[in-house]
């Protein structure tokens, strides 16, 4: 009967390409409930099928065994997966047995030059060459250093040795747009004939040795690049990797699970591999080995004993620190100012501790991100003309009516008092300007960032935000303009791909959100390697007391714990600990800004 030659169990991609869709027929379906329970709970979606994260069932492979039916049909891609994924994993294993990052490697650092071949013609550090040993000695990696180290070229390294012994003719990078100069750059002076080279369009260059591609794009590229890359041997490159954390279940991540399977090699890079968490790290790790990745670091780190499981894992990842970047240590300090009275009955009112005062604020909510910004000026809440409108300070301020509603005090809270975040700054970045040294100015919000841009006016302020229409004409000018003191801008804008440390040493957050690895970021703009040994780096951090500036600290404090921890690195444990600073208030005072401000005519 047609039946009877019907396999018994189909296994194969979904069309996402992250899940594995097994069906049976009828005459098994009570075996195959049993099966799919197994393998994942919760995943089977009607009586003779089921639907699996690829992660979990790569995890469960073994239970395959259990079932006893002829005729199992495996999908041909899904086939080479898991046969690739079985040697990666042994690959792992045996690198997880050593005894630690000091173990030999498999690949001696003085062989590197022989293994590059004679197309390699750029320089390479020691602490470069011992990484990219390490990562040739795995059959996928991650390079976990911190920004300066030379991820780039060392990722080029590892494909130039690829590509000498024939396992590569090509290479794809997923990185941000402000990462293509750079890949740009060392592609062409690291070979002596430089890589051709496209940044992908609408479809990717059928002849392109190397194709950059950004995260933005990927959901809507998959099918192309998975093409661009079964057509030649490839390895693939996630550059800040730390984008697709979340994993299968955000668009950058599902679409780079996808992708990883049809490139002979993985690699990861990101100085900022768990900026919230070992979740993070498990996605991170799912796409460098899946199936193995996300049990080795559950495993690791589930005993609490963070020192034991950065040695565990260790093995797999390698990592060049500032310390051994030589560059000059600095210690941010965290700076407290207290609201004033106004101030702090309205942002009490909106915690939901109403004053007497007639009129409730419950309608702006109590949202996390609404409390941020009030804690820097309540007033921000208010949409003004435009989303870039800057608030309007009085000077002199007016004094407030009791019989003022607190909506009312917040509509026309600055009129009446000065944000003390926006005191400090502008104390600060006049202190640094008269000893002529540039600031960086940090703020989330961006009418905040337009607020301080006018109050900063005297010191020729470039910023850069959603809505500079030419970031490149105001980072030049900070850097080349002798009397543009500050630039102003957000992390999120900001925080990666831009080199600042030639010209400015000092930076100053008037407020931070709970996003780790965007701080960490941030702080490399201005301290990476190229730093002259006497330097002194003097960060910032304001914070209101009494407000979610505290609950954002110590959230910080304990991200970038557990982060220092996972990866053995003093550094990035010490930033967690900010040290608090007494401010120094000489050289102006509470007249000197209220004259400052009366000069810029900034009177509503």
Request: proline share 6%.
């Amino acid at each position: 009967m047609p039946e009877a030659t019907e396999p018994s169990l189909r296994i194969g991609f979904d069309v996402t390409r992250t899940r594995v869709v097994l069906r049976t027929r009828a005459e098994f379906q009570g075996d195959f409930a049993q099966l799919a329970t197994r393998i994942a709970a919760g995943g089977q979606r009607g009586l003779l099928s089921a639907e699996i994260d690829l992660d979990d069932f790569l995890v469960g492979l073994s239970e395959l065994g259990s079932w006893t039916h002829d005729g199992v049909v495996w999908e041909e891609a899904l086939a080479e997966l898991v046969n690739s994924v079985l040697d990666d994993a042994a690959t792992a294993e045996r690198s997880l047995s050593q005894s630690g990052p000091e173990a030999e490697e498999a690949v001696a650092p003085e062989d590197l030059d022989v293994l590059l071949g004679s197309g390699w013609v750029a320089d390479l550090t020691a602490f470069q060459r011992r990484d990219i040993a390490r990562l040739l000695a795995l059959r996928h990696g991650a390079n976990f250093s911190v920004p300066g180290a030379g991820k780039t070229r060392v990722a080029l390294a590892v494909f130039a040795a690829m590509r000498e012994r024939g396992e590569a003719q090509r290479l794809l990078v997923v990185c941000p747009k402000s990462a293509y100069e750079a890949w740009q750059y060392e592609s062409s002076n690291c070979f002596k004939e430089p890589l051709r080279t496209d940044v992908m369009a609408s479809a990717p260059d059928p002849g392109a040795e190397l194709l950059l591609v950004n995260y933005e794009r990927l959901g809507r590229s998959v099918a192309s690049l998975a093409s661009w890359l079964r057509s030649a041997p490839a390895m693939l490159v996630l550059d800040e990797a730390h984008r697709m954390k979340l994993g299968a279940q955000g668009t950058y991540g599902s679409a780079c699970l996808a992708l990883g399977p049809l490139a002979r090699r993985r690699l990861i890079l990101t100085g900022t591999p768990a900026p919230n968490g070992a979740r993070d790290l498990e996605s991170l790790l799912s796409f460098v080995w899946p199936g193995h990745g996300k049990r080795v670091v559950a495993d690791a780190v589930g005993g609490g004993d963070l020192a034991y499981a950065s040695s565990v894992l260790r093995p797999l990842f390698t990592r060049t620190t500032k310390r051994e970047l030589g560059l000059p240590p600095f210690e941010p300090k965290i700076r407290y100012v207290d609201l004033p009275p106004l101030h702090r009955e309205i942002y009490e009112a909106l915690k939901g501790n109403p004053s007497a005062r007639s009129g409730s604020l419950d309608s702006l909510g109590k949202a996390m991100l609404r409390m941020l910004m009030a804690s820097t000026s309540p007033a921000l809440l208010l949409e003004g003309t435009t989303r870039y409108e800057p608030l309007s300070y009085q000077v002199p301020p007016l004094e407030a009516s009791p019989d003022d509603s607190l909506y009312t005090l917040l509509r026309n809270l600055p009129r009446h008092e000065l944000s003390p975040k926006y005191a400090e700054a502008v104390r600060i970045v006049a202190e640094n300007a008269s000893a002529g040294r540039k600031t960086l100015v940090w703020t989330t919000f961006v009418r905040s960032l337009t607020t301080l841009e006018q109050l900063l006016a005297p010191h020729r302020p470039a910023a850069v935000y959603g809505g500079t229409e030419d970031r490149e004409e105001q980072i030049r000018r900070f850097r080349e303009d002798p009397d543009c003191m500050v630039l102003i801008s957000n992390p999120a804008t900001l925080g990666e791909g831009i080199s600042l440390h030639q010209v400015c040493h000092d930076a100053l957050y008037v407020d931070r959100d709970f996003m780790a690895g965007r701080f960490l970021q941030s702080l490399d703009r201005i301290h990476r390697l190229g730093l002259a040994p006497d330097t002194e780096t003097r960060v910032t951090v304001l914070a209101a007391r009494g407000t979610v500036d505290e609950i954002v600290a110590m959230r910080l404090e304990s991200k970038l714990e557990f982060m220092g921890r996972i990866l053995d690195d003093p550094s990035v444990l010490q930033l967690g600990d900010l040290q608090e600073d007494e401010p120094n208030t000489v050289g102006m005072d509470a007249e000197d800004i209220r004259a400052l401000l009366a000069h810029l005519g900034t009177s509503s």
